[in-house]
Structures are given as structure tokens and as C-alpha cells.
């Protein structure tokens, strides 16, 4: 069911903001519009996630875009691998989007987790996760741009699953799992 769900906001978000993409806007008909914004987090590849986000301009001072992350790390005895795939929204407060500014970044996620066990097996969980993330942007003339900020998030897991270490010993995985999240955001990006 959540796959399902994904692909079609997905392909809705595709189909949706494709054209906005490529639409040319101006202000005050001479300076050009930046209407996207690539974006990676070198800080999370030391814990073992690579994240990546897209801000395609949607108004004055708003953003919307996916936003992918793939995780691979070790933690209490067990091997956590998998993806997220969502959506951001950005509101530029006070100031035009792609400009020096601070934003509020509201995000939902959908999860794809397998925990390897040593000795019992893999354990595929699936979720959400919802939060918000409030930083401050820099951007240069070139679309060089830099992002400092905190998030807080909420996420569900869920699953239940046996596993046995093949003598006998089982272990029952059960959920829902929940919990928050708090996190620093450091990204290094680009617009065009």
C-alpha cells in the first residue's frame, strides 16, 4: 500500500512541476529567476547517509521538490540499509526564494529499512516521516548556496516478523516503531 501511494505522489509531482521547470520568469524584466535549486548534505555521508534535494520555485518565496536520502550503518549489533524517498516544501521568510534568507521547511518522507541481525537474519520495516526543518540560506550570484539549520521530526515503522539463528533460538521484530527526530542540516547546493 505504501509503495503504491509513493509512486503515485511521486508521478504526480513529476507530471506537476516538470513544466514549471522549464517556464523562463523574470523580475523587474531584467534580472533572471533561478527556478531550481540541487542540494547535498556532505555532513551525513560521515554517518553513512547520502541526501540529496530538489527546489524546483513555485511562487515569490516558495519551493517544493523531492528529496531522497540512502543509509547504510552499523548501530547495536545490527546493519541498518535502506532509503527514503519524500517531498520539502520551503518558505522563504521575508525575502524572495533562492535569496539570503531564513526558511522553514516542512517534509514527509517515505521509508524502505532492512535491519540485519548477525545470526538471526533481515527484518524489512517500511515508514513515514514528518518534520520540519528551520535554517538560514546563503546564496551567491553564481547559485553557490549554503544552508545551516535544525529539524524535528515524528516517524512510524512497522512490521512483525520472526526470525530464528537456525538452533532453535527465535527472536519476534515487532511494531510499530515511533519516534522523533532532531538533526542538524548542512547542505552545499546550487541553482540554476
Known amino acids: 500500500m505504501h509503495k503504491m501511494v509513493f509512486l503515485v505522489l511521486v508521478g504526480f509531482w513529476l507530471l506537476w512541476l516538470a513544466p514549471l521547470a522549464v517556464q523562463a520568469e523574470t523580475f523587474n524584466n531584467t ?51 535502506g532509503a527514503s524517498l519524500g517531498a520539502r516544501a520551503n518558505f522563504s521568510l521575508g525575502h524572495r526564494r533562492f535569496t539570503d534568507s531564513w526558511v522553514i521547511g516542512p517534509y514527509l518522507d517515505l521509508i524502505g529499512l532492512k535491519v540485519a541481525v548477525p545470526g538471526y537474519g533481515t527484518v524489512p520495516l517500511s515508514g513515514t516521516l514528518i518534520g520540519t526543518v528551520v535554517s538560514y540560506q546563503w546564496f551567491w550570484a553564481n547559485g553557490f548556496n549554503i544552508e545551516l539549520g535544525g529539524s524535528v521530526g515524528f516517524y512510524t515503522l512497522n512490521n512483525n516478523t520472526n526470525l530464528s539463528d537456525g538452533n532453535g533460538n527465535t527472536i519476534t521484530v515487532s511494531t510499530p516503531y515511533s519516534g522523533s527526530t532532531l538533526g542538524i542540516d548542512f547542505t552545499l547546493g546550487w541553482a540554476f
Do not use: H, Q
Open 31 to 81: 534580472e533572471a529567476r533561478k527556478i531550481l535549486n540541487v542540494r547535498v548534505a556532505p555532513l551525513a555521508l560521515l554517518v553513512g547517509f547520502l541526501t540529496a534535494d530538489m527546489d524546483f520555485g513555485l511562487g515569490e518565496s516558495a519551493t517544493l521538490g523531492p528529496s531522497l536520502s540512502l543509509f547504510n550503518r552499523n548501530s547495536n549489533n545490527a546493519t541498518y540499509t
